[in-house]
């Protein structure tokens, strides 16, 4: 079964910058519509962005601006730059996205997720 796997979490200083990646563990024909999604403590999961695979986006209020989503068909990847982090987007990030795999079967499949801590 394809799994995706999210790459690019760390500690980050307010006003900083990371950048996250999310791919599939194994070989696949395409990634399709995906959403990067992130769950702060105490907190509901929340849709931070998203990219379908025509590349229409879309973005939470609160990182309009600050996040950018973009992707490498070629290389079957995701991205999400974020830039002038705050301690309120402290979360762990989790990749979700429709995946076509290589026998041709669409699935919709969930990453295990990020940590982004942003502290000084």
């Known amino acids: 079964q394809v799994q995706l796997v999210e790459s690019g979490g760390g500690l980050a200083q307010p006003g900083g910058s990371l950048r996250l990646s999310c791919a599939a563990s194994?070989?696949?024909?395409?990634?399709?519509?995906v959403g990067w999604h992130r769950q702060a403590p105490g907190k509901e999961r929340e849709l931070v962005a998203t990219i379908t695979g025509g590349g229409r986006i879309n973005y939470v209020d609160s990182v309009k601006g600050r996040f950018t989503i973009s992707r490498d068909n070629a290389k079957n990847t995701v991205y999400l730059q974020m830039n002038s982090l705050n301690p309120e987007d402290t979360a762990v990030y989790y990749c979700n996205a429709d995946v076509l795999n290589i026998r041709g079967v669409s699935g919709n499949y969930w990453g295990r997720g990020t940590l982004v801590t942003v502290s000084s």
């Open positions: 194994e070989r696949i024909i395409r990634i399709n519509t």
